[in-house]
């Protein structure tokens, strides 16, 4: 055999363990970008939860993510109740009229 056989030979006998070496180079990069993916989504969800008033604001915003991260919670269907929740009541103007409204409706309850 010549030797430029024998220099194709042996590229060919290593063609197998290359390959799969990077087969574990793209499984590895896949699950990196499944990993960064899922904590940007715990951090958008945390930033909503807390405009909305819906998470202690003593706790850091690093460890409410952390929790988020290590639950087995479905992510998207934590964003999906967090978008439906009003939020914190507690801050906003109460409109005075409303009070006359409860009287009408008081009155016409009581046929008075």
């Known amino acids: ?15 197998p363990s290359v390959l799969r070496a990077l087969a574990q180079e793209v499984s590895a990069s896949r699950e990196q970008a499944a990993d960064l993916e899922k904590r940007a ?13 819906l998470v202690d604001p003593d706790v850091p915003r690093h460890e409410k993510v952390a929790a988020l991260l290590d639950s087995n919670d479905d992510l998207e269907v934590l964003a999906q109740a967090v978008q439906l929740q009003i939020g914190d009541l507690s801050s906003t ?15 016409f309850l009581t046929n008075s």
Do not use: T
């Open 1 to 15: 055999m010549s030797k430029e056989m024998e220099k194709v030979a042996e590229i060919l006998q290593q063609i």
């Open 41 to 53: 989504k715990a951090e958008a969800l945390v930033v909503e939860m807390e405009e909305k008033g």
């Open 93 to 107: 103007d109460v409109d005075d009229s409303s009070a006359d409204a409860s009287d009408a409706l008081a009155s």
